[in-house]
């Protein structure tokens, strides 16, 4: 979709019809007493994440050809547009990609015209289709062996890397470069409780995240410039699902999550003065009872979070400088949890409603759009957004069919 003057629509399903979904219930804002754990007291891990993992998967398993039970390539592009998808937005349409999903999808973009998307399929393979110079790629199967919905960043033009957590339990890398074309399957080991996140801060760095048995925060790096991949650090916490990370640049790392308490908890990475060294601050309690991952975005020196509440609706809070504001409702009756994308001083949420359509809010210069705007669509996963071009955003999701859906 063209981003350009949005005009909201406040329609029946989240907007009016249900006004009692969206006033705030006391549970999420309940003061709590002290903390049980202390995030910030350093423990040994208990061998769990580094230990050997049972049944571990071998490089020449996870980079083996297709076995004829996997379905050939061309199945996955088979089908034509299906028409409920033309239900118009006020600046968006549907496009039906096709796809067998066992995930929501990750999109990538590495600049220009340029978008990559991504998915588990239901075969335990990743699957990718690229879009470049205004047409779609057909579906390519990537292999593997994984059990969770990929996660993908590129750190330059031309550069693109995926990761998943394997049937193993490891965190497997594959990457891309334009030049070369792809790279194998890579097994950066770890023991992992649920998918991975990954972030670029600058090129030829690469961070990726992931939650362990032991209940820490796990993290390793990887400088294109010095020795590649280095080794596994904890970053502790008591994490109760996936990490989610964001970056705004060079200087900049934040890791959020969902802890053992049900609060969204925040971890942030800063460089040295003149951009030397870098070291990590202290875990933050930012409070709230979630359900589900935290989103974030990280933008013009500010970090946003977005998360489902315990009452179902979409909840934000932004910190600008060193401070945190509070937490703001902005209503809507979540299936899932929401996902943002920034760009261009502005801000857009989208959640997926037990409707199962898609929905958007827009924050420009710190205000909201009134309600939540119709997109439409039949969705059966959280959206999934990325920016890409000069100033366009698709939204991917994975259709009640299976197959993967955009709206742009």
């Known amino acids: 979709m063209k981003l350009a003057p949005i005009y909201l629509l406040a329609l029946a399903g989240l907007c009016s019809s249900r006004p009692q979904q969206y006033g705030p219930k006391p549970s999420f804002l309940t003061p709590r007493g002290a903390p049980r754990l202390n995030w910030n007291i350093p423990r040994a891990h208990d061998g769990g994440f580094l230990a050997k993992r049972a049944n571990v998967h071998s490089p020449e398993f996870f980079n083996a050809p297709r076995s004829p039970a996997r379905p050939p390539h061309d199945t996955f592009n088979v089908g034509g547009i299906d028409s409920s998808y033309y239900k118009r937005a006020t600046s968006g349409q549907w496009e039906n990609l096709n796809g067998s999903m066992a995930s929501y999808p990750s999109p990538v973009s590495w600049g220009g015209d340029r978008v990559d998307v991504y998915y588990s399929g239901s075969d335990g393979s990743i699957q990718h289709k690229p879009y470049e110079g205004g047409g779609w790629g057909n579906w390519e199967d990537l292999g593997g062996s994984v059990d969770s919905p990929p996660s993908t960043c590129s750190w330059g033009k031309g550069k693109m890397d995926v990761y998943a957590k394997g049937t193993d339990g490891g ?77 705004w640049g060079s200087d900049h790392m934040s890791v959020f999550c969902k802890g053992e308490d049900g609060q969204a908890w925040h971890r942030k990475w800063e460089s040295g003065s003149g951009g030397g ?78 409707d199962n359509a898609m929905y958007r809010r827009t924050c420009v210069d710190d205000k909201w759009s009134n309600g939540w705007e119709y997109m439409g669509g039949s969705v059966d996963s959280k959206p999934c957004p990325v920016g890409w071009g000069n100033g366009y955003v698709d939204v991917y999701g994975a259709g009640t069919d299976g197959g993967c859906k955009r709206c742009y």
């Open 277 to 354: 060294g870098g070291a990590w601050g202290d875990w933050e309690d930012l409070g709230g009872v979630l359900d589900g991952t935290p989103s974030a975005c990280a933008w013009d020196k500010r970090l946003d979070i977005y998360v489902k509440g315990d009452d179902g609706a979409c909840w934000h809070r932004a910190r600008k400088g060193d401070a945190w504001g509070n937490w703001q409702n902005l209503g809507g009756d979540l299936k899932y949890p929401p996902d943002v994308v920034a760009y261009d001083g502005k801000m857009e949420v989208y959640i997926t409603g037990k």
């Open 171 to 247: 965190c497997w890398h594959k990457g891309y470069d334009s030049g070369a074309g792809w790279g194998d399957w890579q097994d950066l080991g770890g023991d992992l409780k649920g998918e991975p996140s990954s972030c670029a801060k600058d090129e030829g760095y690469m961070d990726v995240y992931a939650s362990g048995p032991d209940g820490q925060c796990w993290h390793r790096k990887y400088e294109d410039q010095n020795g590649g991949w280095h080794e596994w650090e904890s970053l502790g916490g008591y994490l109760d699902g996936p990490p989610k990370s964001v970056t």
